[in-house]
């Protein structure tokens, strides 16, 4: 067995010495934090953003297809190709039912097999955004009379269920930009080989999320 198999990201909180809120926004806050690396070693101050975190969903049909809404995103001025995602911004939801939700309200689909297909952070040096993606099959609509109103943004959603093997070669010919869509095709393309056996169940641990680290300071220090 390879010596490097099994290597991991790992917990490493440091000293915290100051905290305070710079920037309070709609859906995040702008955080600026004084720390130390060593015991002896000199302050560091960064900021970041205080994000809730979010859970996006690759949802594959029995004949092997992925689900893909078309979305605007302001900050790039582009419509892009995405999985369904949503903030984890309802205090103390399940993880898993979140992504449930979320799902419900942008594609008005649901699904009764769930695993994690993969977790990461979307831009660790600028953020705190912990995003978890779930594999869901077993695909069936929600009712019409139980689907969510979309509103804004997410009023103009189009779905578009697309051959796996087709949208990997859409993400490696950058024809796909959502990091989340990226990640969670690749994913699922690396786990069919195995039937999906290797994945982790939907209430696999996530420690990465700030939330299960009830004893870390969540807002300011000073």
């Known amino acids: 067995m390879s010596e490097t198999r099994g290597f991991a990201d790992a917990q490493s909180p440091r000293r915290l010495l100051s905290s305070s809120v710079e920037y309070t926004g709609r859906v995040w806050d702008v955080v600026s934090e004084k720390f130390q690396l060593t015991d002896d070693g000199e302050p560091l101050v960064r900021d970041y953003i205080r994000h809730p975190g979010a859970v996006a969903i690759l949802a594959l049909n029995d004949d092997g297809q992925v689900l893909l ?117 690749l994913a699922a393309a690396a786990a069919r080989p195995s039937g999906f056996a290797n994945l982790r169940p939907a209430d696999a641990p996530w420690p990465e999320h700030h939330s299960q680290h009830p004893t870390w300071p969540q807002g300011p220090v000073l």
């Open 69 to 185: 809404i078309n979305q605007y995103r302001h900050p790039v001025r582009m419509t892009l190709w995405e999985i369904p995602a949503g903030l984890l911004d309802i205090d103390g939801e399940d993880f898993q039912v979140g992504a449930a939700r979320e799902l419900a309200e942008e594609a008005d689909i649901q699904a009764t097999e769930w695993n994690v297909l993969t977790d990461l952070f979307l831009s660790p040096g600028s953020s705190r955004e912990a995003l978890r993606i779930y594999l869901a099959r077993g695909i069936t609509e929600v009712p019409e009379a139980d689907r969510h109103e979309r509103t804004h943004e997410e009023a103009e959603i189009s779905t578009m269920w697309v051959d796996l093997d087709d949208a990997v070669e859409a993400a490696l010919q950058g024809r796909l930009h959502s990091p989340s869509a990226v990640a969670g095709i």
